[in-house]
C-alpha cells in the first residue's frame, strides 16, 4: 500500500465521517476491493465515536496502523454485537430479505410489535424459492438489523425479539 493510497484512504475515511455526521447516521460500513489481496474495510460508528481501518494488504513500514482521525475520538465503548444478543433471530441461510409478502403490502413485523411463536417475520430468497421466517419465541420485536430487499449470509442477525 503506498503513501498516495494511504493518504487516499485517509480522505475517503474523513469523507464517510462527514457523511455520517451530516445525515445524522448512527454507522456506516464500507468495504472496497482495490484487487485481490488489496481491500479496505471502514466501519465508521457514533456510538462509541468509534473509527475501524481494516486493510488485508501488507502495509508499508511507514503507513500509521490507524487514521488520523482515530485520534480525535474519544476511547471507544465496546460494541455490542447484535449477533450475540440472547434474543437474536439469525439468518437460516443466504438470500435476499423481504419485509413484506409483496411490494406495497405491509410489512410483516415492525419495532415494538409483539409476535407469537411461528409468526413470520420476514421472508428470504434463496435460489428463487421465498422462505419465510418464523419467531422462534414469543416477544417483541425490539430491533430490525436489516433493510427490505438486502442480501444476507448465513447466521448474520436478523432482529432481535425479547
Not at 455490542?80 to 411490494?103: C, I, K, L, N
Request: glycine share 6%; proline share 9%.
Amino acid at each position: 500500500m503506498s503513501n498516495k493510497s494511504h493518504d487516499s484512504d485517509v480522505a475517503f475515511i474523513r469523507a464517510l465521517a462527514e457523511l455520517l455526521n451530516e445525515n445524522d447516521l448512527t454507522e456506516l460500513s464500507v468495504k472496497r476491493e482495490y484487487g485481490e489481496d488489496d481491500t479496505l474495510q471502514v466501519r465508521v460508528s457514533r456510538k462509541g465515536e468509534t473509527v475501524t481501518h481494516v486493510a488485508t494488504a501488507a502495509p508499508a513500514p511507514h503507513s500509521a496502523p490507524a487514521p488520523a482521525a482515530a485520534a480525535n475520538a474519544a476511547p471507544a465503548a465496546p460494541v455490542e454485537d447484535p449477533a450475540s444478543h440472547p434474543g437474536a433471530v439469525t439468518s437460516p441461510m443466504v438470500g435476499t430479505v423481504y419485509m413484506q409478502a409483496e411490494p406495497g403490502a405491509p410489512a410483516f413485523v415492525s419495532v415494538g410489535q409483539q409476535v407469537a411463536e411461528g409468526d413470520t417475520l420476514l421472508i428470504i430468497e434463496a435460489m428463487k424459492t421465498m422462505n419465510h421466517i418464523p419467531a422462534p419465541r414469543a416477544g417483541t420485536v425490539r430491533r430490525i438489523l436489516v433493510e427490505d430487499g438486502a442480501a444476507v449470509e448465513y447466521g448474520a442477525p436478523l432482529m432481535i425479539i425479547e
